[in-house]
């Protein structure tokens, strides 16, 4: 599998820079070599790519403003309102879809956003409501695969989406969430 980030990788030293670069400040979320699998699993299309860190930009913005876990910048804030309206809208692998597999994909775009709002209320809650918020929480990544489906055909999918989701198994992020959450909040 080729490597988008490699030759990038290979020529700076600050591998935060190159996720900066890519719209992304979440180093415990993506790798170097998680790019380069969703960018195989999306078959090369860098706007597909590009898209799918965009939304994963702004989901993770949100979330850290939410939590109040990360420090913002003007900047940063200002980024990720150009990517909601300007950048995500525009992507050529969206404008290149079919009007219906837009609509499609704004669908679970919106339904990840409308799902993490909801995980910040069940947050607060006992055990079972912070299980559920975790889960729903993640919903962007049901985004991302869905668009290695756009990409691919039926085949595609159901060869390399047990896969995506063993990449990105959230187990560790869900023991992290667990600890953070009921240092947030008393237990029921």
């Not at 756009?150 to 023991?175: H, I, T």
């Amino acid at each position: 599998m080729g490597s988008f980030y490699a030759e990038e990788i290979k020529e700076s030293e600050n591998e935060n820079k190159i996720r900066e670069k890519a719209g992304l400040r979440m180093s415990r979320l993506l790798t170097s070599d998680d790019l380069d699998m969703v960018l195989y699993m999306l078959k090369g299309d860098k706007a597909a790519l590009k898209l799918a860190l965009d939304v994963i930009y702004v989901g993770q913005l949100w979330d850290d403003l939410i939590d109040r876990d990360q420090e913002y910048g003007p900047d940063e804030i200002n980024n990720a309102f150009i990517k909601a309206f300007k950048e995500i809208p525009n992507n050529p692998f969206y404008l290149n879809l079919h009007p219906v597999y837009q609509q499609q994909l704004n669908g679970l775009i919106m339904s990840a956003a409308m799902q993490y709002r909801d995980s910040t209320q069940l947050e607060m809650g006992d055990a079972d409501d912070r299980f559920m918020a975790f889960l729903i929480r993640n919903a962007v990544l049901s985004v991302i695969h869905y668009m290695i489906g756009l990409v691919g055909d039926e085949e595609w999918l159901r060869e390399n989406g047990p896969l995506f989701w063993r990449q990105f198994g959230l187990k560790d992020l869900y023991l992290e969430f667990v600890q953070e959450s009921e240092a947030s909040y008393a237990t029921a």
